[in-house]
């Protein structure tokens, strides 16, 4: 799976692996927006961050209660209640539940590093999210361990055994690997 594709109310995002990139393509009922992000400039730490919903739910109860209460009352007492201040409080309240619901809040897990990659939590599934992250992370990791192991002639020693330390500092690459490509380009160097 190299190909994510979200939607949520109006708004979608598709995120595609293209060898070292990852392009990255959102549409806005107001805007369309494609870029690219280096695969050297993620990260590998996951953030999930959300929008508490306890007022969105609050209000919507709220206002529904309030406009039948205030039916109730009409009905029972239809004399008590101008016709103006009940219009005005009904087009508020369906206003307010209508703004709760459309309102878009935000649920969404963080892929962190230099450039920070924002995915919807749960769009298909968080599952399916985790799983393209995953995805993510290691062609991330492959790509520069691809670049950072990869020497000649011109390479002198201090700045490859400084990409190893960093490469396993990172956790890209293993004890038995950093082991291997310090053995191998010494040899190299012999030859």
């Known amino acids: 799976m190299n190909v994510l594709f979200q939607k949520r109310g109006f708004n979608s995002q598709k995120f595609t692996i293209i060898d070292d990139h990852i392009q990255i393509e959102i549409k806005t009922l107001s805007k369309k927006t494609k870029y690219t992000v280096k695969l050297e400039r993620l990260g590998f730490e996951i953030q999930y961050h959300a929008t508490n919903t306890f007022l969105k739910k609050l209000a919507i ?4 209660i309030g406009i039948i209460a205030l039916t109730i009352l009409v009905i029972i007492a239809p004399k008590e209640i101008e016709f103006e201040m009940l219009f005005i409080f009904y087009v508020a309240a369906l206003g307010i539940i209508i703004g709760s619901i459309l309102k878009q809040y935000n649920d969404d897990i963080y892929l962190v590093g230099t450039t920070n990659v924002i995915f919807y939590r749960n769009k298909p599934t968080e599952k399916e999210v985790l799983a393209f992250i995953d995805e993510v992370i290691k062609a991330t990791k ?4 691809s670049k950072y192991t990869d ?3 011109a390479t002198t020693t201090q ?3 400084n990409c ?3 490469l396993y ?4 690459i293993t004890r038995d690997e950093y082991i291997d490509y310090k053995a191998s380009f010494d040899l190299q160097k012999l030859l």
């Open 151 to 153: 020497f000649d002639e």
């Open 142 to 145: 492959t790509f520069l361990k």
């Open 169 to 172: 500092e990172k956790e890209i």
């Open 61 to 64: 109860i709220g206002c529904s």
């Open 164 to 166: 190893l330390n960093w």
């Open 159 to 161: 700045e490859f055994y």
